[in-house]
C-alpha cells in the first residue's frame, strides 16, 4: 500500500470520529423538552426561604398571639394592687396614731419598695429604705448610693411602717407638713420634697399619680369617717393567710387547695421566697370589691 492511500485513510477515519463525537454532545429535543418541564416545577430554594422568612405574612393564630393581652395577675399593676389591699389597714393605722395621710404611706410605700417586691424589702421588710443612723435593732446591708450601705431591718412589715411614721413626725424639718389638712396629700407630697425627704424633683408628682390612679384618697375619707360605705368594702378583703413560721408556698397551697403557681400570680410573687408575717392572698380578689 503506498503512501497516498494510508494518508486518505487517516483522513477519513478522523472524519468519521469527530461526527461521531459530536452527535453524542447533542441533546435530543426529547431530553431538552423533559428538562425545562422539570426546571418549571421546581421552585429555586432562595424563593421557598423568601416566603417562608417574609415577617409581614403571619398566620392567624400568630396574629392574635401578638395582640392578646398579657393577663393582669402577675403584672406591675397587679402587684401594687395586691400591695394596697396587704398594707391599707396598717397606713390607716398609722394616720391614726401619727396624723400622717395614708395614701402618702401607701404611695411612699409602693415607689420605694417596688410594690413590696424589691431586693431590700424582700430581705428585710424595709418598705421605706431608711437607712440604720443611730438605729440599734436589727441591720442588713444593701448597695443603694453606695457598695454596702446599712439599713434597718424589721421582723414584720408593720414595723416598718411604725417607724417611717416615727421618722417623719420626731424630725423638725418635717413639723410644717402636720400643720396641712389630714388629707391633703397634694401638699404633703411637695412638702416631702421641699424638707429634703427626696433629691429627685418629680418625687410628688409620682407619688400623686400613684395616690390618683389607684384612688388612694379613699382611705384618708376612711379615716376622716368621710366614706363609711366604701371604707366598709376597703377593709373586708376575704381571703388572706399570714405567712407562719415554717411554712412553705407549697404548704400554704395545699392548705387551701390551690396551685402554687396561682399563688405566685395572686400575689405577684416572681421567687418562692416568703417570710413570717407577711400576708398572702389565697383567693383572688373580687373584680367588684
Given at each position: 500500500?503506498?503512501?497516498?492511500?494510508?494518508?486518505?485513510?487517516?483522513?477519513?477515519?478522523?472524519?468519521?470520529?469527530?461526527?461521531?463525537?459530536?452527535?453524542?454532545?447533542?441533546?435530543?429535543?426529547?431530553?431538552?423538552?423533559?428538562?425545562?418541564?422539570?426546571?418549571?416545577?421546581?421552585?429555586?430554594?432562595?424563593?421557598?426561604?423568601?416566603?417562608?422568612?417574609?415577617?409581614?405574612?403571619?398566620?392567624?393564630?400568630?396574629?392574635?398571639?401578638?395582640?392578646?393581652?398579657?393577663?393582669?395577675?402577675?403584672?406591675?399593676?397587679?402587684?401594687?394592687?395586691?400591695?394596697?389591699?396587704?398594707?391599707?389597714?396598717?397606713?390607716?393605722?398609722?394616720?391614726?396614731?401619727?396624723?400622717?395621710?395614708?395614701?402618702?404611706?401607701?404611695?411612699?410605700?409602693?415607689?420605694?419598695?417596688?410594690?413590696?417586691?424589691?431586693?431590700?424589702?424582700?430581705?428585710?421588710?424595709?418598705?421605706?429604705?431608711?437607712?440604720?443612723?443611730?438605729?440599734?435593732?436589727?441591720?442588713?446591708?444593701?448597695?443603694?448610693?453606695?457598695?454596702?450601705?446599712?439599713?434597718?431591718?424589721?421582723?414584720?412589715?408593720?414595723?416598718?411602717?411604725?417607724?417611717?411614721?416615727?421618722?417623719?413626725?420626731?424630725?423638725?424639718?418635717?413639723?410644717?407638713?402636720?400643720?396641712?389638712?389630714?388629707?391633703?396629700?397634694?401638699?404633703?407630697?411637695?412638702?416631702?420634697?421641699?424638707?429634703?425627704?427626696?433629691?429627685?424633683?418629680?418625687?410628688?408628682?409620682?407619688?400623686?399619680?400613684?395616690?390618683?390612679?389607684?384612688?388612694l384618697y379613699q382611705y384618708d375619707a376612711t379615716v376622716l369617717g368621710k366614706s363609711k360605705k366604701k371604707a366598709k368594702r376597703v377593709v373586708s378583703v376575704p381571703g388572706k393567710y399570714?405567712?407562719?413560721?415554717?411554712?412553705?408556698?407549697?404548704?400554704?397551697?395545699?392548705?387551701?387547695?390551690?396551685?402554687?403557681?396561682?399563688?405566685?400570680?395572686?400575689?405577684?410573687?416572681?421567687?418562692?421566697?416568703?417570710?413570717?408575717?407577711?400576708?398572702?392572698?389565697?383567693?383572688?380578689?373580687?373584680?367588684?370589691?
Open positions: 500500500m503506498n503512501s497516498t492511500k494510508i494518508v486518505g485513510l487517516a483522513i477519513l477515519f478522523s472524519i468519521f470520529f469527530s461526527c461521531k463525537s459530536k452527535q453524542a454532545t447533542i441533546p435530543s429535543k426529547k431530553t431538552t423538552k423533559k428538562v425545562s418541564q422539570i426546571q418549571k416545577k421546581t421552585k429555586s430554594p432562595t424563593t421557598v426561604n423568601k416566603k417562608t422568612s417574609s415577617p409581614s405574612k403571619k398566620s392567624k393564630i400568630e396574629r392574635v398571639a401578638s395582640t392578646k393581652s398579657a393577663p393582669t395577675y402577675g403584672s406591675y399593676t397587679a402587684k401594687i394592687e395586691n400591695y394596697i389591699e396587704l398594707y391599707s389597714e396598717i397606713a390607716m393605722e398609722q394616720m391614726r396614731q401619727y396624723k400622717i395621710p395614708a395614701s402618702i404611706t401607701l404611695a411612699q410605700g409602693i415607689l420605694e419598695s417596688g410594690a413590696g417586691t424589691g431586693p431590700l424589702t424582700m430581705k428585710s421588710n424595709n418598705h421605706f429604705g431608711i437607712k440604720c443612723h443611730d438605729w440599734k435593732g436589727l441591720k442588713v446591708y444593701h448597695d443603694d448610693d453606695e457598695k454596702g450601705e446599712c439599713f434597718r431591718k424589721y421582723s414584720l412589715a408593720k414595723f416598718s411602717f411604725q417607724d417611717h411614721s416615727i421618722f417623719l413626725s420626731t424630725r423638725g424639718r418635717y413639723f410644717s407638713l402636720f400643720k396641712l389638712p389630714k388629707d391633703d396629700y397634694k401638699g404633703w407630697a411637695k412638702g416631702l420634697q421641699a424638707a429634703g425627704y427626696a433629691t429627685d424633683p418629680k418625687y410628688p408628682s409620682k407619688l400623686i399619680r400613684i395616690i390618683e390612679k389607684h384612688k399570714t405567712v407562719k413560721k415554717g411554712d412553705t408556698l407549697y404548704s400554704i397551697a395545699r392548705k387551701n387547695k390551690i396551685k402554687v403557681d396561682l399563688l405566685k400570680e395572686l400575689n405577684g410573687l416572681d421567687s418562692n421566697t416568703i417570710f413570717e408575717g407577711q400576708i398572702l392572698y389565697v383567693k383572688p380578689i373580687p373584680k367588684d370589691f
